[in-house]
Structures are given as C-alpha cells and as structure tokens.
C-alpha cells in the first residue's frame, strides 16, 4: 500500500557531499515516521536517521550526526538526507524506510513497515 524509491545514490570522494531522497507513494496517509538505514558489506543493515511526518523532532546515529540532516517534503511525500563531509566509512547501500510508529522516531527495523529497494552511495577517492 506504500512504495518507496530511493534516489540521489552515487560516488563522491572523501569530504563530499550527496543528497539522498525519498519518494513515497500509495497510501501514504498509514505511515507516520520515516527514516533512513544502510548496510555496508558483511555488517547488520544500521539506523542512520529518523524523523515524522509531524513534529521537529529529528534523531540520527553517533557517528553521522553534526554531519547528515533529514528533513521532510510534505507536499512532495518525499524524505531527503543531506549528507556532508562524508567518509568511506559511509559507504553502503541506504534504504528509506516507512512505518505507523505513533511515537518516537523508529532507531530499529522492525518498527518499519516499507522498505525501499535502495541507493549506493560510494565514498572512496
């Protein structure tokens, strides 16, 4: 009832920056939390960011926050992530994730309902 694309994934050398979205479609209406997660290779997929439909209230990880942002397109349906100053620690495929959570800000999978298929983002020089 909720698809999820992702979109802006790509190369960037160490100290770069992307810009992630998120384009949700379908019954979007069900859904009131949206975050962003990424697995790296022969790691556990992680919570990098998270944030609702509602509020200013924003949550992320130790290791990216001060440098990624997540914000929100109401109108658009649509999540970005704005990450800078990236590290190839950050490489990994990102999924955006889309869950009826009625509070808090979601930092684990399994209060996701929809996944998107993902974007690669590679930080490597």
């Known amino acids: 009832q909720v698809q999820l694309v992702e979109s802006g994934g790509g190369l960037v050398q160490p100290g770069g920056s992307l810009r992630l979205s998120c384009a949700a479609s379908?019954?979007?209406?069900?859904?009131?939390?949206m975050g962003w997660f990424r697995q790296a290779p022969g790691k556990a997929r992680e919570f990098v960011a998270g944030?609702?439909?509602?509020?200013?209230?924003?949550s992320y990880v130790d290791s990216v926050t001060g440098r990624f942002t997540i914000s929100r397109d109401n109108a658009k349906n649509t999540v970005y992530l704005q990450m800078n100053s990236l590290k190839p620690e950050d490489t990994a495929v990102y999924y955006c994730a889309a869950g009826a959570l009625l509070a808090g800000l979601g930092r684990r999978d399994s209060k996701y309902d929809y996944w998107g298929p993902g974007t690669q983002v590679t930080v490597s020089s």
């Open positions: 944030i609702r439909w509602s509020g200013a209230g924003t």
């Open positions: 379908g019954r979007t209406s069900s859904t009131n939390v």
